[in-house]
């Protein structure tokens, strides 16, 4: 199924199906307030029939942005937006700890008639100014079926200290706070996913409070499905790691997920859940992530039969 990309020049890249219909927005000009992390975000995602997958700003967290790549603790900065956790004290309102992303520009940029796949550069400056990572960021639109009710987005990070001297990468979790290990690429989902369910290949998470029996795992998918208000519809999330991520040989460092349903919706491919780690200076690391979004109530069998026609 042909796609059709437009580009508005210092601001944001926009992907449509054939007919018309805009399936995804990834906007580079971040917002203006430095307390939510300035960086880059995809938002509106839809599915082929129109349904929208992300929130934006909601009222109980104006950092969260779609999807978007983040560091919720990094050496004592945060990439993620918002209030800061401190072990002991709780959420405390810190700018000075407020990093950003800037956008650097798009070294490679390729639209074809079904597929876009561009690179971006991106710098991430703590909140003195001071350069602390180089980013060279990958997103891939692809795999369009309208067979199937789905299209996939490839979205893949390597990252380089620039830093004389390590960056920890951390999480609530690893700070004190059970369970609250979130960080890396962040799902937030709209109002009408709230309550909806999570499972993966193995595990059945459920609706509502029962998807937080995924919190914490490992695996190499995770699948969010809900039914939307206002309309008789269905939709699928499926969150892909690439096989590289789990190899424990050749990963930076363990992956697990954070998900929640409620009270609010969304999922992150956790990279520091319940272990820092650092990155020496000069060195590099990457992950590759995808997300399949789909019309419909998918159930395990369809999420594994239409990822396995999904090659790396």
């Known amino acids: 199924m042909s796609i059709r990309v437009s580009?508005?020049?210092?601001?944001?890249?926009?992907?449509?199906?054939?007919?018309?219909?805009?399936?995804?927005?990834?906007?580079?000009?971040p917002d203006p307030d430095a307390f939510e992390s300035r960086k880059p975000y995809a938002h509106p995602v839809r599915t082929l029939a129109g349904r929208t997958v992300t929130g934006y700003r909601p009222s109980d967290h104006r950092w969260h942005k779609g999807l978007q790549m983040t560091a919720s603790h990094l050496s004592g900065q945060n990439f993620w937006g918002g209030n800061c956790y401190v072990h002991g004290e709780?959420?405390?309102r810190l700018p000075e700890r407020i990093g950003s992303m800037r956008h650097d520009g798009f070294p490679a940029f390729t639209a074809e008639d079904d597929r876009l796949a561009f690179t971006e550069a991106l710098t991430w400056v703590e909140n003195g100014g001071a350069e602390w990572a180089r980013e060279r960021r990958t997103i891939t639109v692809h795999s369009v079926d309208?067979?199937?009710?789905?299209?996939?987005?490839?979205?893949?990070?390597?990252?380089?200290?620039?830093?004389?001297?390590p960056l920890a990468f951390g999480s609530p979790t690893t700070h004190g706070?059970?369970?609250a290990g979130y960080t890396g690429l962040q799902w937030r989902g709209p109002r009408d996913f709230t309550g909806g369910t999570a499972f993966g290949p193995d595990i059945d998470g459920g609706a509502g409070p029962d998807a937080g029996k995924l919190m914490g795992t490992q695996g190499p998918w995770l699948?969010?499905?809900?039914?939307?208000?206002?309309?008789?519809?269905?939709s699928t999330l499926v969150f892909a790691h690439a096989p590289e991520n789990l190899d424990e040989s050749a990963a930076v460092h363990a992956s697990h997920w954070f998900v929640r349903s409620e009270p609010i919706p969304t999922v992150a491919f956790s990279w520091a859940f319940f272990e820092e780690f650092e990155l020496a200076p000069g060195a590099s690391f990457g992950y590759r992530y995808r997300v399949v979004v789909a019309d419909g109530a998918w159930d395990r069998d369809r999420v594994t039969t239409h990822l396995a026609g999904l090659p790396w």
């Open 223 to 234: 699948a969010f499905t809900t039914e939307h208000d206002e309309v008789d519809a269905h």
């Open 90 to 92: 709780g959420y405390l």
């Open 177 to 179: 706070r059970e369970l």
């Open 146 to 165: 309208e067979g199937a009710g789905a299209w996939a987005l490839d979205w893949s990070i390597e990252l380089t200290n620039l830093r004389d001297r």
């Open 7 to 29: 580009h508005a020049y210092g601001d944001h890249i926009a992907v449509a199906a054939a007919d018309g219909t805009e399936i995804l927005r990834y906007v580079y000009r």
